[in-house]
């Protein structure tokens, strides 16, 4: 493969440029367009096929006119053929001479039109010709008919039909059709100079540098092995560069960063097959939330996943909107399409069973709220049809009148008793709830309600603190075509530093519209907290006992007892 720099004097670069314009190139190993000894040949024959073919160009009938009498004859031709052939048959039948002239209906279709009207003495009027043929008539008069011309017959057509039959074959016998483009003077140049055999020496030196060429690409696979095969290990095989979070450190298949909810997602990946994702998402065990990115300024769009690890997932929906920075600086909005819920974190777990439990509590109140709200509505619809029709001027109302509906009192007295025995119930419960707090000393108090937390909170903790250690980016890598072998481990702790949850600072603005807090909202609560461990200090240092509140901590001073109960004995005998 040679290039016009592998040349060595003008006119073989000048002859290479000519077959890769007119034949084409192969790439060189340099990237540039070369030829090879094919093309090089194929060139060289064309050129000879081309100049031979020139050579036996027949008497041309109108000299350097020819070719464009040629193309003129070619335009009219078979419109030419069309006007004798309907002369014929009007010559042949005067009746059809309806059906041969069409009429001009539509000024649109006057191209469809004969060339001109046909008549049995099958000549064309020069001077009648169909004016949307006018100007491709005229030209292939003024190279064919004498000057002055005004009627054609067809004979004198077909003579001139018969003056283009040899210059038609002998066009269309026509070799290196390719090289035309270089011109007569150049072809015959490049044939009489010879230089077919440099160029394919050329070649075959070329091709003895074939192992030397190819020890250069090992050598240029080399370099590429230097310059990205430590990236590769710690990207594909180690994860350094994910595991590192340092300052500027990405890995390669991070994308950016996700701000949304008050939180910042760190962690986020192109997502190139949702199907794919919609498999393989749900075994990672991370609380994923995928979204749709569209730049204004770029005019892209594209689908990724974020990775959150911490903060609440209460206001986290699909439709909520968010803001996307590529790594590139590149703003993107951001609209979530669906979320993968898992575990975020042990303290979300902790309050996971009690959200749920008010959710459900909440649920119910508005379910009980509507179910009243529909059956009062119901029933001051009912009597506002009743008074309707028990108003005097309407249909059967003195008959509705005079049947008073009578008083049911065990109907009342059932009521009134089932309102009781609610009432009592309720009673006994908080009675024997107060009666067990008050019997029950305050230290195993406190050790109820935490082990009462404990039944309630443990599981959900234990299983999110399993899910947390387990958390695995594998099968998200996985299913964006990355073959990942091992376990992509996304620990607590680590967790933590993929997502930040931004606070508000500190401000002291003047609020015109705040509302005072009166002072004894803002002491109450410090002077709560001092007598609470002002109580729990004398609780268990043993200074309640007074008042029937033994501390555990404190052992009785049981031999001070004996002693006081001896001295009281003596002196009362």
Not at 224 to 240: A, G, I, P, Q, S
Not at 480 to 490: D, H, P
Request: net charge neutral.
């Amino acid at each position: 493969m040679i290039t016009p720099l592998s040349a060595t004097d003008e006119s073989q670069k000048k002859t290479i440029a000519d077959i890769i314009a007119t034949i084409g190139s192969a790439e060189d190993r340099s990237g540039e367009g070369g030829v090879n000894a094919e093309l090089t040949e194929k060139f060289y024959a064309a050129c000879a096929d081309w100049s031979a073919w020139k050579k036996s160009a027949p008497a041309m009938p109108y000299g350097d006119k020819t070719q464009a009498a040629f193309d003129a004859y070619n335009a009219l031709k078979d419109k030419m053929n069309d006007y004798f052939t309907r002369c014929s048959l009007m010559a042949f039948d005067a009746d059809v001479a309806k059906a041969v002239n069409i009429a001009v209906t539509d000024i649109k279709d006057i191209g469809s039109c004969p060339l001109a009207a046909p008549t049995a003495s099958k000549t064309l009027d020069i001077n009648a010709i169909n004016p949307a043929w006018q100007k491709k008539f005229n030209a292939l008069a003024a190279l064919t008919l004498t000057e002055g011309k005004t009627e054609l017959t067809e004979p004198e057509w077909r003579g001139i039909e018969a003056t283009f039959s040899e210059y038609a074959a002998w066009l269309g016998a026509k070799k290196g059709a390719e090289v035309e483009a270089l011109g007569e003077d150049r072809i015959n140049a490049i044939l009489t100079a010879g230089g077919k055999d440099a160029l394919l020496g050329l070649i075959e030196q070329d091709k003895a540098l074939a192992d030397e060429s190819s020890s250069i690409d090992e050598v240029k696979k080399l370099m590429y092995y230097y310059r990205d095969f430590y990236r590769l290990l710690k990207n594909f095989v180690l994860f350094t560069d994910f595991y590192s979070r340092a300052p500027g450190v990405r890995a390669m298949f991070e994308l950016g960063q996700l701000y949304i909810d008050q939180r910042c997602c760190d962690l986020c990946i192109r997502v190139s097959d949702m199907g794919k994702h919609a498999d393989m998402a749900s075994l990672s065990g991370i609380f994923l939330i995928y979204f749709k990115a569209t730049s204004k300024t770029l005019g892209k769009s594209m689908d990724a996943v974020a990775v959150m690890t911490d903060g609440d997932i209460e206001d986290l929906r699909p439709g909520k909107n968010g803001i996307f920075y590529d790594l590139q600086g590149h703003d993107w909005d951001a609209v979530i399409t669906k979320i993968v819920d898992n575990p975020i974190s042990i303290k979300q777990a902790f309050w996971a069973p009690y959200r749920k439990v008010w959710e459900f509590c909440v649920g119910l109140i508005n379910k009980s709220a509507a179910d009243k709200d529909a059956k009062i509505s119901a029933e001051l619809q009912a009597k506002v049809q009743t008074v309707a029709a028990t108003t005097p001027g309407t249909p059967d109302a003195a008959a509705k009148t005079d049947k008073p509906q009578a008083f049911d009192i065990a109907k009342f007295a059932g009521i009134f008793a089932a309102f009781g025995m609610a009432i009592g119930y309720i009673g006994s419960f908080f009675t024997a709830l107060a009666t067990g707090i008050k019997n029950t000393p305050p230290h195993q108090l406190i050790f109820v309600i935490l082990a009462l937390m404990l039944i309630i909170s443990g599981p959900s903790c234990f299983i999110a603190w399993m899910k947390l250690r387990k958390r695995n980016l594998g099968p998200i890598l996985n299913a964006n075509g990355w073959a990942i072998n091992s376990k992509v481990l996304v620990n607590i702790l680590f967790g933590g530093k993929l997502t930040t949850v931004a606070k508000y600072p500190k401000m002291k603005l003047a609020d015109p519209y705040d509302q005072k807090t009166p002072a004894w909202k803002i002491w109450l609560p410090t002077v709560l907290t001092i007598l609470v461990i002002t109580f729990l200090a004398l609780y268990f240092t043993g200074n309640l006992e007074f008042i029937g509140l033994t501390s555990p901590f404190v052992k009785p001073d049981t031999a001070g007892e004996i002693t006081k109960a001896v001295a009281d004995t003596l002196s009362a005998k």
